[in-house]
């Protein structure tokens, strides 16, 4: 009977161990899929970007293409990204911090906030997901915080390296995080990195994620106030009202509903 039990014991701790094992293997498969395919995306911008310095004429690939933007205006998408929107007019622009693995497209879809929490550019299911810009968030309103999710993938892609903020020596070294919109450059100054998390309803706690999109100048400066408090390290830079802030956020493990954030104002 002993002799039964410990061979059932050790297939089923087998079996565990195979399934684990099939567990990460697909896990970082897929993550590996997944760096491929934005990765050709980044290609695919910076080739557009190299053909527009080569050359002022315009190709079948870089006619210009003109949008209504959120101002009602009509806009022109700058060259690098027409390919880009061709593919998908869901992307809003392209986030990136220089020297790191964060260089990404950064998805907009209005109408379903969480559209690409768990698809690809190409709106395929894959759990790493995309970067999205919040609902609320308008990029051309000088007076908004625009608020960019993306995962913390294991795996180090997507948002995980946004987490080097913690340390001050990192902080120094990239102190800029660059946001494109589809119309125009744009660069942003880090002022804050805090951790933080989701609370309840009724926690009296500063919540980062209630100041999204146009912000008073009153809510503007709780805002700074309440990011001030929580940095880990002081970095010299006080937005006023009327610069416009950049937020990255992303999941953290300190506590349960963990998340890290990064906030800068635009030059």
Known sequence: MKKIILNILIVI?????????????????DAKEAGDKVEELAELVEESESEDEASSGETD???????????????????????????????IGWVKVDDT???????????????????????????????????LCDPEDLDSNLLIYGHHMKSGIMFAHLLDYESEDFYKKHKIIKFDTLYAKGEYE????????????????????????????KRFDKYIKGIEELSLYKTGIKPKYG???????????????GRFVVVARKN
């Open 190 to 217: 880090i002022v804050a990195a805090f951790r933080s998390q989701v609370y309840k309803a009724d926690d009296e706690n500063f919540k980062y994620y209630e100041y999204i999109g146009h912000l008073s100048e």
């Open 101 to 135: 693995p964060i260089n990404y497209p950064v998805m907009f879809t209005p109408e379903e906030n969480e559209y690409y929490l768990h698809r690809n550019f190409d709106k395929q299911d894959d759990v790493n997901g995309m970067p999205f810009l919040d609902a």
């Open 13 to 29: 701790f087998a079996l565990i161990f195979i399934g684990s094992g099939w567990y990460l293997f697909s896990y970082y498969r």
């Open 61 to 91: 690939d870089t006619e210009p293409i003109e949008v209504v933007s959120s101002s009602g205006e009509k806009k022109t998408i700058l060259k690098k990204y027409r390919k880009l929107y061709k593919r998908n007019p869901d992307v």
């Open 243 to 257: 610069e416009q802030l950049l937020s990255l956020v992303t999941c953290a493990y300190h506590v349960d509903e």
